[in-house]
């Protein structure tokens, strides 16, 4: 396969949005079983006989079997057409829920946690490939961000109502509940995504080669940073909010809506920035990240101040997806597939790294109220790594200059 087969021809405007909107559904089902176990954490400790740190390994082996195990299902099905890929996905999604609900203890609730996370990062490393493939080169950082939108709305929606759900009626109907919305999307995907999506099948030699530039292995530590930043604070914000903020459970399902919001704010606001500005919004979202976390520390004492404070965290947080998600397809252009795929991983690397992290904190006496302060920490790793990278493009561009 040559470069040029590589390039991609967007199909026309209107006929992109059902498939936007299918590859949304199913994003926001994976974002549901990925976070509402944050809400339903004390739960499942309790009813499974563990400690908190202990229950929050789900997320850590969650995120280290999206790290790892996402790029072999993504290698898997390399020769496979993109829909049918994405389908088989949505099918491993489906009975990882379903093993979650049934789990009858904490080791088998975890390797259904693992199944679960199998499908991923390939969907979304794949998705992304196809949503930028959807649309005009010019709108390819928006069409991403539509696709993550669902992962935004599971903060909205689904992670706030599964955990009144799961803490009405058990934990466990809250993972059922997400294998009813798993089936939806399957079949939503069925019915909207082109039978010949504008995507080749990988080329795994090109793909691997791809992940030789210092660019793509910097955009994915940046991510590998940004999520360790999240999930050292966000892993624990149910005890933060009940033993700190000291709010009911109605009161920690409400601050998760609060959260949401401002992720799906962010999202979109990302997704706009990095079509007009890619490098200078990482910088920017950042610059107010460090700041907000560190202010947590000491807002999470009143519950308005901490409403206020998740909206525009989850707003800063989630304005970083869609550039850094950008940013290495874009860096990996000829051959996006699998550095897409593995930028997800990078992602959910920082999201076991960041719950462990937190979980080390707590179990060596680390204040629950402390904890914003390594999330804060972990964000100006990211920004560091951020003006390298920059410095880099600068250093090129410069060399190119002068060869002319």
């Given at each position: 396969m040559t470069v040029q087969s590589e390039t991609v021809v967007p199909m026309a405007a209107p006929s992109s949005r059902l498939p936007l909107f299918a590859l949304a559904a199913a994003s926001f089902g994976i974002g549901t079983t990925e976070f509402v176990i944050m809400g339903l954490l004390?739960?499942?400790?309790?009813?499974?006989?563990?400690?908190?740190?202990?229950?929050g390994l789900l997320v850590t082996g969650y995120a280290l079997s999206v790290t790892f195990g996402s790029p072999f299902l993504a290698v898997a099905t390399a020769k496979m057409d993109r829909r049918w890929a994405l389908m088989l996905l949505m099918a491993v999604f489906i009975v990882g829920n379903l093993l979650c609900a049934l789990a009858p203890n904490y080791t088998l609730l975890m390797v259904a946690r693992v199944v679960t996370a199998l499908c991923?990062?390939?969907?979304?490393?794949?998705?992304?490939?196809?949503?930028?493939?959807?649309?005009?080169p010019r709108k390819r950082a928006q069409a991403i961000a539509m696709m993550f939108a669902g992962l935004t709305l599971a903060n909205v929606l689904g992670v706030p109502f599964g955990t009144a759900l799961g803490e009405q009626f058990g934990w466990r109907n809250a993972f059922f509940a997400v294998v009813v919305i798993g089936a939806a999307a399957a079949i939503a995907l069925q019915l909207w995504l082109p039978r010949n999506v504008p995507v080749p099948p990988m080329n795994l030699r090109r793909e691997a080669g791809s992940l030789r530039s210092a660019q793509v292995i910097l955009a994915m530590a940046i991510s590998i940073a940004v999520s360790a930043?999240?999930?050292?604070?966000f892993t624990y914000i149910t005890p933060i909010l009940q033993n700190v903020t000291q709010i009911s459970a109605?009161?920690?399902?409400l601050m998760l809506l609060l959260f949401g919001i401002g992720l799906t704010v962010g999202n979109i606001i990302g997704g706009r920035l990095a079509d007009w500005r890619l490098m200078g919004s990482i910088v920017g979202a950042l610059t107010v990240l460090i700041p907000v976390?560190?202010?947590f520390s000491v807002t999470s004492l009143s519950p308005v101040l901490t409403g206020v404070t998740l909206v525009i965290w989850g707003l800063v947080a989630f304005a970083l997806v869609p550039p850094l998600?950008?940013?290495?397809?874009?860096e990996a252009a000829g051959a996006p597939n699998l550095a897409s795929t593995l930028n997800q991983g990078a992602f959910n690397f920082g999201n076991a790294i960041g719950a462990w992290f937190g979980g080390v904190g707590i179990t060596l006496g680390l204040p629950y109220q402390m904890l914003p302060w390594m999330g804060s920490a972990l964000a100006v790793v990211a920004l560091v790594l951020t003006l390298i990278s920059m410095r880099l493009d600068l250093a090129s561009r410069i060399k190119a200059q002068l060869a002319l």
């Open positions: 004390p739960d499942v400790a309790t009813d499974l006989g563990v400690t908190i740190p202990q229950a991923h990062g390939a969907f979304f490393g794949l998705g992304a490939v196809v949503a930028a493939a959807l649309v005009e930043s999240m999930f050292s604070v109605r009161g920690v399902t976390l560190a202010l998600q950008t940013r290495v397809v874009t």
